[in-house]
């Protein structure tokens, strides 16, 4: 049957609590339907989809931002040098709003800037923001909660330790995955184990080093100065870094770079230097991203679940908006995991 003018005009001014009342449903129900939740049984979705169908009702996004306040958008803000680390967060977030009526925005900022918190609030208002997903060390600055609670804003912020509440927190266990990791070279037989540390300032960089103290404390084995050497989370520095372990009287026989592309830069230095990996000199990365089975030999290293953490960082953030209890549900503390790969073997001698 073709549709009039009229019937046009009627439908268009449908909302969701027509094809709520019509479908004999709640409206979070329709609302889970419209965003595509599993959390439904295939009947009611049927139902609520066929009433759907037959009224030609189409959501009104820009009528829902109005009634909010609010655009659908969610943003993503960070300051860090480890650009895989902010794809992988991005790859999980849009994992969580694929089917949604939620978008991504994206925003770098310069976290020793003297108007970075006046940037990060103008973003926030001026794109009438949903809500935000901050990055490590941006989001180890706990000023930013009472910026995004003054501003409206809905925030979750991700570390490597827990900094706030479980709704505006995800997390990694980084010191105990790190001590892991330092356990298996010292099972390997290694004692004179190196470091290669994060940037300062970063508490990832903390927690991953208070983890290798402690697994060395543990076992009873001393941590010379000279064993620590500072990386910026950059392939250039864990170059750098290893010329200088390697440089040691008594160099190490075993390194822990902090994140992976310094473990790559450790790799490389060895290679110029002759040194054989994992015969002479053992490697543990931390991350696991992709660049650790594109070398040779691949890396072991402790995979840091970035992807599936942004993705619970969206779900606390929309979860409501889409009919969910999400922001319960979604955990806050994750687990690294070591993955041994052929960078590590006995030490020698």
Excluded at 46 to 64: D, H, S
Excluded at 92 to 104: C, N, W
Excluded at 121 to 128: A, L, S
Excluded at 177 to 200: M, N, S
Aim: charged content about 25%; hydrophobic content about 40%.
């Amino acid at each position: 049957m073709t549709k009039t003018p009229r019937d046009e005009g009627a439908t268009a001014k449908l909302t969701i609590n027509d094809i709520a009342r019509m479908a004999g449903v709640s409206k979070k129900t329709v609302s889970r339907v419209i965003n595509r939740s599993p959390l439904l049984n295939q009947e009611t979705r049927g139902k609520v989809e066929e009433i759907i169908r037959q009224t030609g009702y189409v959501p009104n996004p820009q009528a829902r931002a109005l009634a909010l306040g609010r655009n659908f958008l969610i943003g993503l803000i960070y300051d860090n040098p480890n650009a895989q680390m902010v794809l992988s967060m991005q790859k999980g977030i849009l994992e969580a709003l694929h089917g949604t009526e939620f978008e991504l925005v994206v925003r770098p900022v310069d976290r020793g800037a003297a108007m970075v918190m006046e940037d990060i609030h103008n973003f926030v208002t001026r794109q009438r923001l949903f809500g935000v997903v901050v990055l490590p060390p941006l989001s180890e600055n706990d000023s930013l909660s009472k910026l995004f609670d003054d501003a409206g804003c809905r925030y979750v912020r991700m570390g490597s330790a827990l900094l706030d509440d479980p709704e505006h927190m995800v997390a990694s266990n980084d010191r105990d995955a790190v001590a892991d990791a330092v356990r298996y070279l010292i099972a390997q037989g290694h004692r004179r184990i190196g470091l290669i540390a994060g940037p300062h300032g970063f508490r990832s960089a903390k927690e991953r080093r208070e983890g290798f103290e402690m697994a060395l404390a543990e076992a009873g084995i001393s941590l010379p100065r000279s064993l620590v050497a500072d990386g910026q989370y950059t392939f250039e520095s864990g170059v750098s870094a290893s010329e200088n372990l390697f440089d040691l009287t008594s160099p190490p026989t075993a390194i822990f770079a902090s994140n992976d592309e310094m473990a790559a830069g450790v790799l490389y230095a060895a290679r110029l230097r002759g040194i054989e990996v994992p015969e002479q000199l053992s490697i543990i990365g931390f991350d696991d991203t992709p660049l650790t089975t594109r070398v040779w030999p691949p890396l072991t290293t402790v995979r840091w679940p970035i992807a599936a953490m942004g993705r619970a960082a969206a779900l606390k953030l929309i979860g409501t908006a889409i009919g969910e209890e999400a922001e319960v549900s979604e955990p806050s503390l994750f687990s690294s995991t070591l993955i041994r790969r052929s960078s590590v073997a006995p030490a020698s001698g």
